[in-house]
């Protein structure tokens, strides 16, 4: 004691049988001295010649403690118990015990109780045994969304061993309601019935780009979005002289948030398979976008807010009959008051500077259709009922003129989206 390791002080020191084999009827000799102030816990390579017998308590009433890093290197192969190994850890978001060696553990009793910041677990890795005891292994896990498991699970930790109160306050389970688990469903389909706690795989979400390149999505889980599939929030509505936009800013980490509305953008027609992740996302309080995770009939108003759907590469405004929203995409709301007087129909998207918007929808109605051609020829003619706002978006092609040419781009593109369309509907 006194030396110093990894440039930090070391004030205790333990070894020997109180690491390798800590009492099944106590906490390890380090508990009280460390558990009141310790934030984190680091396992270097050189423990993983260590072989502890027992995991019990280890990390008990570990109330401040915010990580563990390197728990790849704790061996525990050789542990017959891991009762209470993360009892009352209240402040513990994620813990990885991918990589636990079970075969010789018989007590889960307690092992993550009371872990109430816990989002999501991973013990696919757990060899589980017919008589093993999992009474309260989450109970109280008010955070835990889901938990990854083999089959094993399922086929032998319920028959005969003690799964009371398992899952207890376990609300945020998907297919779990907190309810005392002392029963077992005897199969597993991957569904959400009333038993089914534990995914045999990690859930997945077979997503294709729309033909635009870009898409809305929403799901009830923390997603990590594959390569080549890019996701953005939607903040920082404006109106300026070139029409309305709202800027499209990257998620943080690729890590989209559960119940959150993002932008997907990739290769047109593309499919791509998102799954869900044990990462933490970071959100956004100035996203826009409305998560819908399960179908739902929004109107053009909602209080305060205009509501618009997107349509193509726009945001077009959702028309006064109401319409319907498919489940796992999201839909963009906007103070009403905020909202442009003349062309309030559709909202552009920044994309770091780069605006896009519906092709040809002259008069921003979030159509493509001959009223844009009328109003072409308005602007042309400086008709006195044109509106000279309209100029710039007049000139279709983006050449510098407003012309018979700006014409024909709107025809060409009512024809391509009318193929798409087709294309869509086959």
């Known amino acids: 004691m006194g030396k110093t390791y990894d440039g930090q002080t070391i004030t205790s020191v333990w070894s020997g049988n109180s690491v390798v084999n800590t009492p099944q009827e106590d906490v390890p000799v380090w508990s009280d001295v460390v558990k009141k102030a310790c934030t984190h816990v680091v396992f270097k390579e050189s423990f993983s010649e260590v072989r502890p017998t027992s995991l019990h308590y280890w990390f008990s009433e570990f109330k401040k403690l915010e990580d563990i890093t390197g728990l790849e290197y704790l061996n525990t192969s050789e542990a017959t118990t891991m009762r209470g190994m993360f009892l009352f850890c209240d402040a513990l978001s994620a813990i990885d015990v991918s990589n636990f060696d079970t075969s010789k553990s018989t007590s889960f009793r307690s092992m993550f109780d009371h872990c109430v910041s816990l989002k999501a677990l991973d013990v696919s890795s757990f060899e589980m045994k017919q008589g093993d005891n999992t009474q309260n292994m989450f109970y109280n896990c008010q955070e835990l969304q889901v938990i990854y498991s083999s089959s094993e699970w399922y086929s032998k930790i319920g028959s005969g061993g003690n799964t009371y109160?398992?899952?207890?306050?376990?609300?945020?389970?998907?297919?779990?309601?907190?309810?005392?688990?002392?029963?077992?469903?005897?199969?597993y389909d991957g569904s959400y019935a009333t038993f089914n706690y534990f995914f045999t795989q990690r859930p997945?979400?077979?997503?294709?780009?729309?033909?635009?390149g870009i898409g809305t999505f929403s799901i009830d889980y923390n997603v990590k979005m594959p390569e080549g599939l890019e996701a953005y929030y939607c903040t920082s509505f404006s109106t300026t002289k070139d029409g309305q936009a709202?800027?499209?800013?990257?998620?943080?980490?690729?890590?989209?948030?559960?119940?959150?509305?993002?932008?997907l953008r990739g290769t047109p027609g593309q499919k791509y398979t998102i799954p869900l992740t044990l990462l933490d996302p970071v959100t956004n309080d100035d996203n826009a976008l409305v998560a819908v995770t399960a179908e739902t009939r929004i109107y053009q108003t909602d209080g305060n807010y205009t509501n618009f759907d997107l349509s193509g590469d726009a945001f077009k405004m959702v028309n006064s009959a109401g319409g319907t929203v498919k489940a796992n995409s999201a839909y963009?709301?906007?103070?009403?008051?905020?909202?442009?007087?003349?062309?309030?129909?559709?909202?552009?998207?920044?994309w770091d500077g780069e605006t896009t918007a519906i092709k040809g929808d002259v008069n921003g109605d979030g159509n493509v259709d001959v009223a844009d051609i009328a109003t072409v020829i308005d602007v042309m003619a400086a008709a006195s009922g044109a509106d000279p706002s309209l100029a710039h978006v007049a000139d279709v092609n983006g050449d510098g003129n407003v012309d018979v040419a700006d014409i024909a781009a709107i025809i060409d593109e009512m024809a391509s989206r009318a193929r798409m369309q087709e294309e869509m509907e086959e």
């Open 165 to 187: 109160t398992m899952f207890y306050n376990c609300s945020k389970l998907k297919g779990g309601t907190g309810y005392e688990c002392t029963s077992w469903s005897t199969s």
């Open 204 to 212: 997945t979400f077979a997503y294709t780009v729309p033909s635009s």
């Open 246 to 263: 709202v800027k499209a800013s990257p998620v943080e980490g690729k890590v989209v948030p559960a119940n959150t509305g993002v932008l």
């Open 332 to 350: 963009l709301h906007v103070l009403t008051s905020a909202l442009s007087q003349s062309s309030p129909q559709v909202i552009a998207i920044d």
